[in-house]
Structures are given as C-alpha cells and as structure tokens.
C-alpha cells in the first residue's frame, strides 16, 4: 500500500517541531519552517495565525494525548488507588511512547527560560498536577502539600533524564542485556520514585 501524502497541517507540524528542536524557537523563522515544509507563507498563517499558536500547537501535540492517557489510568485505578497505582498511572503513558523523534524539542522545552514557553508548559501540564498531587495527598496524608510537589517535581525530573537518556542506556548499562525494555525501567523507576515519596519529611 502506497502511504499517502502528509497534509499540509501535519507537515507545518512536523517541520515547526524539527527546528524548533534543532535550532531553538528565537531562532526559527516562520520562513525556514515553511521552506523545510514545502508549503506557502500563507498556510502557516490560516492554520496557526502566528508562531505563538504554532508553538503551542507543537507541544500540545505530544502532551496532550500522553495528558489523557494519564487521566484515563488515574481513574481506572479507583477511588483509592495504591502509591505505586498512582505513579503507574503518571509514568506509563509517557514511558512507554518512542520520543527518540522529539528528544530534541523536549529538551528545548525544559531548557528554555522564556515566560512564553512556561506558560505553555503550565497550560497543558496544570490540570495532571493539580490532579496527581491530590491522588498523592490522599495516598500519602502525613506528607505536606508542599513535599508532594517537590516530590513529584523529582520524579518528573528522573523522568525526564531516563527517556532522554533512553537510546544511550543499553551502553551505559551494559549488565541488562535483553532486559532493557520499557517495563524493566518502568519497574525500576516506580520502585526509585515510591521509596522517595514514602521517606519521612524533612529527612
């Protein structure tokens, strides 16, 4: 079957996320996403209006999906799910997506200091926080509001370091073998994650 031909949206899309990636988004111009697109000036502008809009529309497109999946597990896992449940259910939906094509923009994403783009990230991360910190206030009653947050801010940013770090770890880990799959470090993480949320505060 002969694969057809990406919409002209999609391929705004794909090019933005490239260079945004590659280059920074100061440094990419609507001209050369539309040169490395192959589309017209004016397509970007009737499907984004600005390059505020594409921006935000390229991040949305990643973590939104993952966003819901982590809802939709959060529920599943009842009313009273288990620590270990509720770290599943943060982790899973990221962990288990091949990002090697977007490491370049994640990584610009949480690199970049502009308001901008930390607005953004708040807009499409805000409701998984403020949902995910609820669970794990319920789960974990004796932990302050404030020590949930600083906990999941470092598993988030564990996270982070292993799916970017993904493709370099059958070398840095040679020992695994053919266990290197998403559930071993899936597995691994949660354990990580679980001791960290459970040691006493202030410790």
Same mark, same amino acid.
């Not at 920074?24 to 697109?37: H, K, P, V, Y």
């Not at 091949?98 to 783009?117: E, G, I, K, N, Q």
């Not at 953004?120 to 926080?129: E, P, Y």
């Given at each position: 079957?002969?694969?057809?031909?990406?919409?002209?949206?999609?391929?705004?899309?794909?090019?933005?996320?490239?260079?945004?990636?590659?280059?920074?988004?100061?440094?990419?111009?609507?001209?050369?996403?539309?040169?490395?697109?192959?589309?017209?000036?004016?397509?970007?502008?009737?499907?984004?209006?600005?390059?505020?809009?594409? &921006?935000?529309? /390229?991040?949305?497109?990643? !973590?939104? $999906?993952?966003?819901? +999946?982590? =809802?939709?597990?959060?529920? #599943?896992?009842?009313?009273?799910?288990?620590?270990?449940?509720?770290?599943?259910?943060?982790?899973?939906? &990221?962990?288990? /997506?091949?990002?090697?094509? !977007?490491? $370049?923009?994640?990584? +610009?994403? =949480?690199?970049?200091?502009? #308001?901008?783009?930390?607005?953004?990230?708040?807009?499409?991360?805000?409701?998984?926080?403020?949902?995910?910190?609820?669970?794990?206030?319920?789960?974990?009653?004796?932990?302050?509001?404030?020590?949930?947050?600083?906990?999941?801010?470092?598993?988030?940013?564990?996270?982070?370091?292993?799916?970017?770090?993904?493709?370099?770890?059958?070398?840095?880990?040679?020992?695994?073998?053919?266990?290197?799959?998403?559930?071993?470090?899936?597995?691994?993480?949660?354990?990580?994650?679980?001791?960290?949320?459970?040691?006493?505060?202030?410790?």
């Amino acid at each position: 079957m002969i694969a057809r031909p990406a919409d002209t949206k999609t391929r705004i899309l794909d090019a933005a996320e490239k260079l945004f990636g590659q280059n920074g988004f100061d440094a990419t111009s609507l001209r050369d996403i539309t040169a490395e697109a192959d589309v017209n000036l004016a397509a970007v502008n009737y499907h984004f209006q600005s390059k505020d809009s594409l &921006i935000d529309a /390229v991040i949305a497109r990643r !973590v939104e $999906p993952v966003n819901q +999946r982590r =809802l939709e597990m959060l529920e #599943a896992a009842g009313p009273n799910p288990t620590l270990e449940q509720i770290l599943i259910a943060f982790l899973h939906p &990221i962990m288990h /997506v091949d990002f090697s094509a !977007v490491y $370049p923009l994640m990584a +610009r994403v =949480l690199a970049t200091p502009d #308001a901008f783009v930390t607005r953004l990230f708040k807009k499409h991360l805000g409701i998984i926080v403020e949902r995910f910190a609820d669970a794990f206030s319920a789960a974990l009653p004796e932990l302050s509001r404030s020590e949930i947050m600083w906990r999941m801010h470092f598993t988030a940013g564990a996270m982070a370091h292993v799916i970017s770090r993904a493709h370099a770890m059958p070398e840095l880990m040679p020992d695994l073998g053919s266990k290197f799959d998403y559930q071993t470090v899936l597995a691994q993480l949660v354990t990580f994650a679980a001791a960290g949320f459970r040691a006493q505060e202030g410790i």
